[in-house]
């Protein structure tokens, strides 16, 4: 690892490892910010030195890196290196509509699941005007929304504004959703496919003792299955 300073030295650490929480180590397994140096601030607008920024600059940018609410319910960076592992622990060959029958996934999260289905990509305000969720719903909603990116159904894939009827943009930028299996190409799922649940889950495993040696054995499984 090396002294991340901007925008490109936090790319490079993070195709060499390949994984990383995206904000502070507090789960006790590995994040990249623990080699921010000091010019390095959030919240500042400034592209090349504000991680804020970064989250965004991956999904535009970069093809090859995902970003959302992957690790403990909070924001996470998977490599595409490493996206069919977790996608072979996380989702297999599971299909959604089966999970809902079992109990396994929110009614609120299957409606969102399927207006992704019809449209392929959305912003969360259109997700929320064509899936008829309320005010009321918000808590219930920004659960499913998590759970979805959690089993790898659905991913983070950069943001847009509304518009009005004339089409002009306005207001703040929300994020944009797409279905997982449209956000890498088609040979990242498939490779998925091929790996075992055993071999997937080792692979992660043995990659977090290799960033982290200390970490804790039940964080650490917790981390990969999500």
């Known amino acids: 690892m090396k002294v991340i300073q901007n925008f490109e030295d936090f790319l490079e650490n993070l195709y060499y490892a390949g994984i990383s929480l995206g904000g502070e180590n507090s789960e006790g397994i590995f994040t990249l910010c623990d080699y921010f140096k000091d010019n390095v601030l959030w919240h500042t607008g400034e592209l090349d030195t504000d991680p804020w920024e970064w989250r965004m600059r991956v999904l535009n940018e970069k093809n090859d890196i995902a970003y959302g609410k992957l690790f403990f319910k909070k924001s996470g960076y998977i490599t595409k ?14 299909e959604l509509q089966e999970e809902y029958e079992e109990g396994k996934i ?80 088609e040979e990242v799922i498939k490779a998925a496919g091929k790996i075992g649940y055993e071999e997937a889950y080792k692979k992660i495993e043995n990659r977090v003792y290799e960033l982290n040696p200390q970490a804790d054995s039940k964080k650490v499984k917790k981390f990969i299955l999500g």
């Open 106 to 185: 929110s009614l609120h999260a299957k409606k969102i699941y399927e207006l992704l289905c019809e449209y392929r990509e959305l912003p969360i305000h259109l997700i929320k005007r064509y899936g008829g969720f309320s005010k009321e719903d918000k808590t219930m909603f920004d659960n499913a929304v998590t759970e979805l990116q959690m089993k790898f159904y659905i991913s983070m894939c950069g943001r847009a504004r509304k518009k009005s009827k004339s089409g002009e943009e306005f207001g703040w930028s929300s994020t944009v959703f797409c279905l997982a299996e449209d956000f890498f190409d």
């Open 81 to 94: 290196e490493w996206y069919s592992y977790f996608y072979a622990v996380r989702r297999g060959n599971n």
